[in-house]
């Protein structure tokens, strides 16, 4: 099924290749123009073409001459020609495609094309990378192409300040990773005022590699959440402690496969005797069970040095496909703190999303997508469905000479580790160069003690020491280089032989005190020199190192990913050198002990191999396919589920964060405002007057609550006394007189703070509002995803029922918005600072989003403080729990006597008369002044 599904994906590819093809000799037949052109002819291409654009004339025809402007600029700067397979590349990345181009084929060049040829439109073009470093060192970099085209390069990194994020946006290319990208995105939806967004839109993206970033990093959401009230429980230590009591397989099961336990008969009574209770499953006793399963899990299923390590007391998570730290990230759900408590580390309180969105709604956000990656048409299915994304295969500049040997398999880790070594010594002493990539920090640090042992100098690559690591990487093909490295997936600096003479040289610029931004003029004159003596050195270096073989890589282990085990192949045989590669397992790897091992081990049991000897057989290269598709299956249904939830609440962050950016881009909220009162009051009336006659309604609870809504300033009496009598009164004449009192409460309102400032306060109090109870209805939509499964047990469909209950909680938040927002209106205390729309202090109202230093950014968990806080008329500070608790705690009595405001402020006596009044609540006010 699935090469059916290849066969129709591909349709049409040899078409788009000869399109390709075209554009390439296009440029090919501008060069020797392009190379006739001063420093400053070519300069001024830019501002030709940006005019030419202005005039009408499409990218796709401006193309051939963009693209030759930055061959030549790339030649004249950094002394690198872009190839034509390298521009056809470009054109794909141009046209909205994703371009699987070989390990070493130039990918970090090849996007400066289409980033320059999309930068002529004027609205900024993002470059998105795998990590900080790559993003800094490839914004220098290529930014010096730029820079001679008389473009600007900017670049996003965790810890700037939103004023220096402004600037890196207004760059005509902006670099970054995908998390920083995400959380500006979050963050300009939590802002307080239009100058504090950072972003410009989302007009084009070049994603560097795509698959690690769109496939898999989709499972984990982008989250920024604040710490919810109260401290972290101490439930999670004490259960920690008990779970070391419990035996596995005794008192609970473990399964692997689905990452769940399941606690027995003879431990449930164990936790019973331990917390000395009757029955752990009495509804009082509930919440103990989720700590019971939460501390088990961290237990069993959470390994140190493998999925997560534990440095400077804190518990950091390791990223399974790219073996690095994940700053700043969490497990959600109570599991974090599980595995803090197991480890003895201080336990930190459980957080409250403030605003979340997964990166696959986040990238559908850009006009234009597009993508490179050496190992792309394994998920080609998934990036059309999910980013209606096509693959498209570009060939090599030269001929691959690798050659990929078939695996070894042992029947213990133990002996296989043993003759990975034994190789490796082999290989060192000939003076090959070897990358061996582990899948863990636990097996590579268990492998380098093994080499030591044996006194093989090698590098670790790993989570502990990730801050070397492109130093590392650049030097792994150097002559008896042995490189142990955790996955290498994106790890995004080529591993050459002999050494990579591009980083060599910046580095030894950087010594020189040099900088491309800093002093570009003495960075470019220095340059040619320094590139030119290093790229001597590292070429003789090369020369040796192919004699031997070239790059050996080697797998310990295969992945749950094809993609990351071709990505760790890919490493050698870059650019048509020579490069060998093969993989040892045994039958104890994760891989094979959970999925599908059985015919493997009958095999190697029937035949009474010893642990040291090794077998190549189909039957188990074919197991090893089966259990590798079988997690990709498992990882493709868990994304495409992620994705069909999020649907539903994309479509409500949409309109939230739509709604949003219109109030802080100025919109005038007077007729919204208007609606809200209508609404609120119009609702609480028909809750009051709902059933039996006028004689039965109790017009004291109505009054009551209406105070907490705004100062009431018509009586009940008066009421009774326009209609002749109380049984005389009906529902509509009570809404209309109630709803004319509230306006002209308004209007006074509007007279006390003047319209400037109470267009102010009137934009304060909705954003405000908004963002509380978007952050309160995503809490509701968690605590809804996580029992919905549920249903399935009732013969409902679980994202039906999400969608409907999703939509009844949406609408529940919105009548709550209307609601809070006319209460804070009138009940808030309000001084008038000075002129203009800004001159006004709202006590007790307070930008949702916390300072820029209070965050953390990475997915999916970051420090934020969202609270509203809201003065009674004895100045307390009082939280809200519910509207209604939140309106009377806030509620202002109605004024004692005449020419006073809610609050008793002076009103304008030299406000212009009101029209004739038309009920007895206008007559009322009007007399009173």
């Known amino acids: 099924m699935a090469n059916v599904l290849e066969r129709v994906l591909r349709v049409g590819e040899g078409r788009l290749l000869r399109r ?34 202005s005039n009408g004339e499409s990218l796709d025809d401006l193309l051939p001459e963009a693209f030759a402007a930055v061959r030549e600029a790339s030649r004249r700067t950094l002394g690198m020609r872009p190839f034509d397979v390298q521009l056809m590349g470009g054109a794909a990345l141009h046209l909205g495609n994703i371009a699987e181009m070989k390990t070493g084929e130039g990918k970090t060049l090849v996007a400066v094309l289409p980033a320059y040829l999309n930068a002529i439109a004027s609205r900024g073009v993002h470059v998105i990378t795998v990590n900080d470093y790559l993003a800094s060192y490839q914004s220098e970099l290529m930014g010096r192409i730029f820079r001679a085209l008389g473009m600007t390069t900017g670049v996003i990194l965790s810890g700037q300040n939103p004023e220096e994020r402004r600037q890196q946006y207004a760059a005509d290319i902006t670099y970054g990773t995908n998390n920083e990208f995400g959380f500006d995105y979050l963050r300009d939806n939590m802002a307080w005022q239009a100058q504090d967004m950072v972003q410009r839109g989302h007009y084009y993206a070049v994603v560097d590699e795509v698959d690690s970033i769109l496939i898999d990093e989709a499972r984990t959401p982008l989250i920024i959440s604040g710490p919810a009230s109260g401290e972290a429980n101490r439930w999670f230590t004490e259960f920690a402690g008990l779970a070391k009591k419990l035996v596995a397989d005794v008192d609970y099961e473990v399964d692997e496969k689905k ?81 803090e408590a197991k480890e003895g580390v201080q336990v930190k309180a459980e957080n409250q999303t403030l605003a979340t969105v997964t990166l696959q709604n986040y990238f559908r956000l850009y006009g234009k997508l597009s993508g490179m990656t050496g190992t792309a048409e394994t998920e080609a299915a998934e990036f059309m469905s999910t980013y209606k994304l096509g693959v498209v295969a570009i060939p090599t500049n030269k001929p691959m000479l690798r050659k990929d040997q078939p695996d070894l398999v042992y029947k213990s880790e133990l002996g296989k580790f043993e003759q990975v070594v034994e190789d490796i ?11 061996v990539g582990t899948t863990s920090v636990e097996k590579s640090e268990l492998l380098s003690k093994m080499l030591a042992k044996r006194g093989v100098k090698h590098e670790v690559l790993n989570a502990k020491n990730h801050a070397r690591e492109a130093a590392i990487v650049a030097q792994a093909g150097r002559l008896g280089a042995v490189t142990v490295a955790t996955n290498m997936a994106g790890r995004g600096t080529d591993v050459m032989l002999g050494g990579n003479a591009e980083f060599l040289a910046v580095a030894q610029m950087n010594d020189k005190g040099l900088s491309p931004i800093d002093s570009p003029e003495e960075y470019e004159a220095a340059w040619d020199d320094v590139f030119a003596t290093v790229k001597t050195d590292v070429e003789s270096e090369a020369q040796k190192v192919v004699e031997v073989g070239g790059l050996y890589v080697l797998g310990t282990e295969r992945h749950e990913s094809r993609r990351i085990d071709n990505q760790l192949r890919g ?96 919109d005038d909220l007077q007729d919204r405002v208007t609606r809200f009162l209508d609404d609120v009051v119009t609702e609480v009336v028909d809750v009051h007057t709902a059933e039996g006659h006028s004689d039965d309604w109790d017009f004291d609870a109505l ?67 908004i963002d509380r109870r978007w952050r309160d209805h995503l809490y509701e939509m968690d605590y809804l995803k996580d029992g919905i499964g549920l249903r399935a047990m009732a013969q409902r469909d679980p994202l039906v029922e999400y969608q409907r209950e999703g939509f009844a909680l949406y609408q529940s938040m919105m009548g709550q918005i209307r609601e809070e927002s006319v209460g804070f209106l009138f009940n808030l205390e309000v001084e008038v600072t000075g002129d203009g729309a800004n001159a006004i202090a709202a006590r007790g109202l307070q930008n949702n989003s916390a300072p820029v230093e209070k965050l953390s950014y990475s997915a999916p968990s970051a420090d934020a403080n969202g609270e509203v806080e809201v003065r009674n008329q004895r ?55």
């Open 20 to 53: 390709l093809k075209n554009y390439a000799e296009a440029v090919n037949q501008l060069e020797d123009d392009f190379i006739a052109l001063t420093d400053d002819e070519l300069r001024n291409e830019t501002v030709e073409l940006r005019e030419r654009y």
């Open 259 to 339: 990452r769940t336990v399941g606690v027995l008969e003879p431990g449930i009574e164990k936790v019973e005797d331990y917390l000395g209770i009757d029955n752990l499953y009495e509804s009082a006793n509930t919440p103990l069970i989720s700590f019971l399963n939460n501390s088990i899990k961290a237990s069993a299923l959470f390994k140190k040095d493998k999925d997560y390590v534990v440095m400077n007391g804190e518990v950091l998570i390791v990223d399974e496909h790219t073996g690095r730290i994940l700053v700043g990230r969490r497990y959600n759900e109570g599991i974090h703190q599980a595995i």
């Open 425 to 435: 010594v082999v290989r060192h002493a000939a003076g090959q160069p070897v990358l």
């Open 571 to 666: 490493r050698s045989g870059r650019q048509g050198d020579p490069g060998e590669s093969r993989f040892y397992l045994s039958l104890q790897d994760d891989l094979m002990r959970l999925f599908n091992s059985g015919a493997a081990e009958s095999l190697m049991g029937r035949g009474g191999i010893d642990d040291d000897v090794a077998i190549e057989s189909k039957i188990v290269s074919r197991a090893i396919q089966s259990a590798q598709s079988q997690v990709e299956g498992r990882n493709a249904e868990i994304r495409k589920n992620v994705l069909k939830y999020d649907d539903v609440l994309n479509r409500q962050r949409e309109a939230i964060y739509g709604d949003r950016r219109h109030i802080l881009e100025g």
């Open 703 to 769: 009054w009551t609550e209406l105070r907490t809504l705004y100062p009431v300033g018509i009586t009940i009496d008066e009421v009774v006394q326009e209609a002749g009598s109380r049984g005389k009164i009906s529902e509509k004449m009570l809404r209309d007189e109630i709803l004319s009192d509230a306006h002209v409460a308004y209007e006074n309102r509007t007279k006390q703070l003047g319209e400037p400032g109470m267009r102010e306060l009137e934009r304060r109090v909705v954003l405000s509002v």
């Open 875 to 929: 100045g307390q500070v009082q939280k809200a729990e519910t509207a209604r608790a939140q309106r009377q705690q806030a509620v202002a009595q109605a004024p004692a006597g005449g020419g006073t405001g809610a609050f008793g402020q002076k009103l304008d006596d030299g406000a212009p008369e009101a029209q004739a009044p038309v009920n007895r609540a206008q007559r009322r006010a009007q007399g009173k002044k």
